[in-house]
């Protein structure tokens, strides 16, 4: 590989440094464009721009890859535990034993939220939604545990956020249905604690179904990483600035709540919901995303990076069917969207645009049989992301000479003029 490239600006040649990664990934360094032409690059929406060097994540659009420090993530989402695979991220290996039991206890015995901060939830109106609630109660973390330099300090802040999100998430679940929290407890593990913070009401004993913590097991862990995604730049960029991993982590929270991105799962069931009610006519509404017209489009599908199929998606379609039918759930949206993807896959303007179903298209349906509202779906998002955006405000913190992320734009607004006095205008 040659180890630089050549541009020619207004007939000057100048040398550009070629980055290679471990994957063979082509970077052209134009850290030095601007000084040594006068010049920028643009790139809206940042779809050809490589912001940083990461060694988190891997992923290969064009063959379906996804690997999370190099695991593949069928390995993953097959064998390992969410505590394990957030280990992994942030850590940079699997946890061994003695590690993966320090780290789970560590992870139960912070799951408590200061008690003050209980009265936050009760200022939010019921139909608040759980996405703004999340953001707020993260960025207000920091308020209780202030960021103090040190890499102790740093990380069992770490260790606090991943353990007290669940319970906030939880929280504003009860919150919204008007039902008396649920504390966490030590004997549990993460995810029986979340379930059981979610689901058990004073009154009533409480198991966790196995085939629903192993789903929503394998869906936190799909969800864990996916590199320079919208929230995690966003994480990076914020971090970027020096601001604490809290005030972060929220505005990654805020980042990842619309449609086109961690929202998509909710505006997924939302939509199968209306083909549904308009008598499942699928030829309908794939006509309706080609039309003029209309702006619609078929939410969970196509993706930025993903061209050929989403690895993720192709776990969840395979287990959504399975998980229904071992919790004994016949949901009509699961036929739906099954052939909702059939006659999309077969429509030229599709194929043409290499649109698949993303990890948005089946998450949902899983969710739904777990017994989790509509609107918690990008909550369950963010609670799966949280050890990747964390992975990535670490990286970005500790890369030698990282800089405040800065970029530039092509100014097209009106060139100089004069100041006009009120009278005259
Ligand atoms: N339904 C119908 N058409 C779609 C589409 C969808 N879900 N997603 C993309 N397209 C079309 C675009 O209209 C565009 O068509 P054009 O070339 O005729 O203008 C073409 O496919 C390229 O899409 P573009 O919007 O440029 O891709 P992007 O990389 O900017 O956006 C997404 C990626 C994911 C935001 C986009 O595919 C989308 O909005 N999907 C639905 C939301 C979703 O599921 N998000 C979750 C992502 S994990």
Redo the contacts with the bound molecule.
């Keep these: 590989m040659t180890q630089n490239a050549k541009l020619v600006l207004e007939g000057k040649e100048t040398d550009l440094a070629v980055t290679v990664g471990t994957e063979g990934e082509v970077g052209i360094d134009i850290s030095a464009l601007r000084a040594k032409t006068g010049a920028i690059t643009l790139d809206p929406?940042f779809?050809n721009t490589g912001a940083c060097e990461s060694a988190i994540t891997y992923i290969d659009g064009e063959r379906g890859i996804l690997r999370y420090r190099g695991y593949d993530i069928a390995d993953l989402a097959e064998y390992a535990t969410f505590p394990e695979v957030c280990h992994l991220l942030i850590y940079g290996r699997l946890p061994t034993p003695p590690e993966r039991e320090e780290f789970r206890t560590r992870l139960t015995r912070h799951s408590l939220v200061h008690e003050d901060m209980k009265k936050f939830f009760e200022g939010f109106p019921q139909t608040a939604h759980p996405m703004g609630i999340l953001s707020a109660m993260i960025a207000s973390l920091s308020a209780y545990y202030p960021e103090d330099d040190t890499h102790e300090e740093i990380d069992l802040n770490i260790i606090r956020l991943l353990a007290k999100a669940k319970t906030i998430a939880a929280f504003s679940y009860k919150k919204s249905i008007g039902q008396p929290f649920i504390y966490p407890q030590n004997d549990l593990t993460y995810l029986e604690n979340f379930l059981t913070m979610m689901f058990a009401v004073p009154s009533e004993p409480y198991k966790v179904d196995e085939v629903v913590r192993s789903a929503l097991n394998k869906l936190l862990i799909l969800h864990a990483d996916?590199e320079q995604?919208c929230s995690t730049t966003t994480v990076r960029v914020v971090g970027s600035g020096g601001a604490n991993l809290f005030a972060s982590i929220s505005a990654g929270v805020s980042a990842l709540w619309g449609?086109?991105?961690?929202?998509?799962?909710q505006?997924?069931i939302e939509m199968l919901e209306v083909i549904r009610k308009d008598g499942s006519n699928y030829q309908k509404y794939v006509d309706l995303?080609?039309s003029k017209d209309s702006d619609?489009?078929?939410?969970?599908?196509?993706?930025?990076?993903y061209k050929n199929f989403?690895p993720r998606a192709l776990i969840l379609k395979q287990s959504a069917d399975q998980v229904l039918s071992n919790l004994g759930v016949d949901d009509p949206l699961l036929e739906i969207a099954m052939r909702l993807e059939e006659v999309?896959l077969a429509d030229p303007?599709?194929v043409e645009?290499?649109?698949y179903p993303?990890?948005?298209?089946y998450s949902g349906i899983l969710y739904r049989a777990m017994g989790i509202p509509t609107d918690m779906f990008t909550v369950m998002f963010a609670l799966g992301r949280l050890p990747g955006w964390i992975a990535h405000w670490l990286e970005q913190r500790n890369a030698p000479g990282a800089r405040i992320n800065r970029p530039r734009q092509i100014y097209t607004g009106e060139t100089a003029r004069e100041w006009v006095p009120l009278e005259d205008r």
């Design positions: 929406s779809a996916h995604n449609p086109l991105h961690g929202g998509a799962n505006a997924v995303t080609k619609f489009k078929l939410m969970g599908f196509g993706h930025r990076v989403d999309a303007y599709f645009r290499k649109l993303n990890v948005d298209f």
